[in-house]
């Protein structure tokens, strides 16, 4: 097998230490920092993605994978900056203001990293305000929040009517167990994901990738 599938193999199965040695291993051989970034680890989070929609893997699995993505992202991201590796966009996600649930929301940030993105979490109990702050600070193409509990939810339409309202052009997704499609759309988000891996391909689409 070839250094990049090994590493992709390796990031797929959450085998951490393999991943950082085959990452360290693959820029010693002079390998791309972009090819590495796109053949080792984010064909792996693709892979890791596609299995979690189908109902083949669980949550558990994909933590494990994306404990080896960010160590392998780790050691790659020096190199990354040197060269240049340009992101693929970025990407602001935060937990609603009164939400402290941050697991899924975490892998909603892992499948954007994975998928190339540059990401900011603002971490849970998110407000407006913070929104506002950040998205002046970072110039996000696009904005994620995530809500777990009904009564947190409604503050969603606060975030992207105040986003809107400061002149924020970024797109906005919502996610989160109580929200649905028609929810995203009462509220006039620009896109809705039932999960992480669906997240990552809206965000994609939202690029025209
Ligand atoms: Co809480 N909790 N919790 N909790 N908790 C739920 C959500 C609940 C459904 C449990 C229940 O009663 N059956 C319930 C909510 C009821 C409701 O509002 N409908 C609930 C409650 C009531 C509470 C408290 C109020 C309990 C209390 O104190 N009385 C309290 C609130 C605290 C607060 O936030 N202010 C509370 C506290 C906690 C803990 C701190 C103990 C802990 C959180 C730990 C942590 O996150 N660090 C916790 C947990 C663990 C849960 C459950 C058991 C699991 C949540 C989880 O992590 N799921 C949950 C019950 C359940 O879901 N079975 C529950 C795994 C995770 C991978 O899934 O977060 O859904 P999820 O994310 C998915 C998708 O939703 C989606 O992608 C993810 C992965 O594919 N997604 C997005 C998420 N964000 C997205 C954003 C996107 C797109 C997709 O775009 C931006």
């Given at each position: 097998?070839?250094?990049?599938?090994?590493?992709?193999?390796?990031?797929?199965?959450?085998?951490?230490?393999?991943?950082?040695?085959?990452?360290?291993?693959a820029i010693k051989?002079?390998?791309?920092?972009?090819?590495?970034?796109e053949n080792g680890?984010?064909?792996?989070?693709?892979?890791?993605?596609?299995?979690?929609?189908?109902?083949?893997?669980?949550?558990?699995?994909?933590?494990?994978?994306?404990?080896?993505?960010?160590?392998?992202?780790?050691?790659?991201?020096?190199?990354?900056?040197?060269?240049?590796?340009?992101?693929?966009?970025?990407?602001?996600?935060?937990?609603?203001?009164?939400?402290?649930?941050?697991i899924g929301k975490?892998?909603?940030?892992?499948?954007?990293?994975?998928?190339?993105?540059?990401?900011?979490?603002?971490?849970?109990?998110?407000?407006?305000?913070?929104?506002?702050?950040?998205?002046?600070?970072?110039?996000?193409?696009?904005?994620?929040?995530?809500?777990?509990?009904?009564?947190?939810?409604?503050?969603?339409?606060?975030?992207?009517?105040?986003?809107?309202?400061?002149?924020?052009?970024?797109?906005?997704?919502?996610?989160?167990?109580?929200?649905?499609?028609?929810?995203?759309?009462?509220?006039?988000?620009?896109?809705?994901?039932?999960?992480?891996?669906?997240?990552?391909?809206?965000?994609?689409?939202?690029?025209?990738?």
């Open positions: 097998m070839k250094l990049l599938e090994r590493l992709s193999s390796a990031v797929y199965t959450g085998d951490m230490d393999m991943a950082a040695e085959l990452t360290e291993n051989e002079g390998i791309s920092a972009s090819d590495i970034l680890l984010v064909s792996a989070m693709q892979e890791i993605g596609d299995k979690y929609k189908k109902g083949e893997i669980f949550v558990p699995e994909m933590l494990i994978a994306a404990r080896a993505m960010n160590k392998a992202l780790s050691i790659l991201e020096p190199e990354m900056v040197k060269v240049g590796v340009e992101s693929k966009g970025t990407f602001i996600i935060g937990a609603v203001k009164g939400d402290l649930h941050d975490n892998l909603v940030g892992i499948m954007f990293k994975g998928a190339g993105f540059k990401v900011i979490d603002l971490g849970t109990d998110v407000s407006l305000e913070r929104f506002v702050h950040a998205a002046k600070e970072h110039n996000p193409d696009i904005i994620g929040i995530s809500s777990l509990l009904t009564t947190t939810m409604s503050y969603m339409k606060t975030i992207i009517d105040g986003l809107r309202s400061e002149g924020i052009p970024a797109k906005v997704i919502v996610g989160g167990a109580p929200v649905n499609k028609e929810f995203a759309i009462s509220i006039n988000a620009d896109g809705y994901a039932e999960n992480a891996a669906e997240a990552a391909d809206l965000g994609r689409t939202l690029m025209g990738m």
